[in-house]
């Protein structure tokens, strides 16, 4: 059962663009969401997350959105940048003791020149 | 600041070989520790959780297991290692009464 999906694997865009990452869930419970970046061979690196009682998060060029009628968010990145080409994984997790988080499986984001 | 330590980085083992990789976390205290593996294509699975000492809870009935013989150290381990358990396991820690998990720079296991 997967609570968390990111249905695109891949997106490509061009450099100065807008990139949108989407990701669904299942589970009402979530009450805090993350974003995270991962590059081949190392670790994911925590980049934005948003808590249930809002629907937006900003930091700098990143920006998570949440509608949880829909159970859905979104990491907007904005300009894109060549360096921004890596894994992108959102997470959820439920108010308990120790927070659990249930990934999805990633989306490949290609900037390209 | 806070920093997380893996060791090894890459680990090539046969079937049925004992295994040992290690995680530290530096400047925090009491932090909550997580395994995590991720197999090749897919997302991260739960492994097993720590809230303190000794305290080990399973996510995933396996052949591997977990110790936590001090605040900041974080042990999993496995007596034999299946083709099954290749992959790549990160470790991360969570400050009490927070929601993000900051994680480490993970070890490549492959099991021939």
């Known amino acids: 059962d997967q609570q968390v999906k990111q249905n695109s694997p891949s997106l490509s865009v061009q450099e100065g663009r807008i990139s949108i990452l989407n990701c669904d869930y299942t589970n009402s419970m979530f009450d805090y969401f993350l974003w995270y970046k991962k590059y081949p061979a190392e670790g994911p690196t925590f980049l934005i997350s948003?808590?249930?009682?809002?629907d937006k998060n900003e930091d700098g060029r990143f920006t998570v959105f949440l509608n949880k009628s829909a159970k859905h968010l979104s990491l907007h990145i904005v300009p894109s940048q060549p360096g921004d080409s890596a894994v992108y994984f959102c997470a959820a997790s439920a108010n308990t003791g120790f927070q659990k988080l249930v990934f999805g499986t990633g989306t490949r984001l290609l900037v390209s020149p | 600041s806070q920093t997380i330590h893996q060791w090894p980085a890459t680990l090539v083992q046969p079937v049925g070989s004992p295994l040992s990789l290690e995680c530290t976390v530096e400047?925090?205290?009491?932090?909550?520790l997580y395994w995590y593996r991720q197999a090749a294509g897919r997302g991260l699975q739960l492994l097993f959780y720590?809230?303190?000492?000794?305290?080990i809870s399973s996510e995933v009935p396996q052949n591997l297991s977990a110790s936590r013989p001090q605040d900041r150290q974080f042990i999993l381990s496995s007596k034999k290692l299946l083709l099954s358990d290749s992959g790549f396991y990160l470790c991360?820690?969570?400050?009490?009464?927070?929601?993000?998990?900051?994680f480490g720079p993970g070890t490549r296991l492959l099991v021939l």
């Open positions: 720590s809230v303190g000492i000794g305290q």
């Open positions: 948003i808590s249930s009682i809002k």
């Open positions: 400047g925090t205290s009491n932090p909550n």
């Open positions: 991360a820690w969570r400050a009490m009464g927070t929601g993000t998990q900051y």
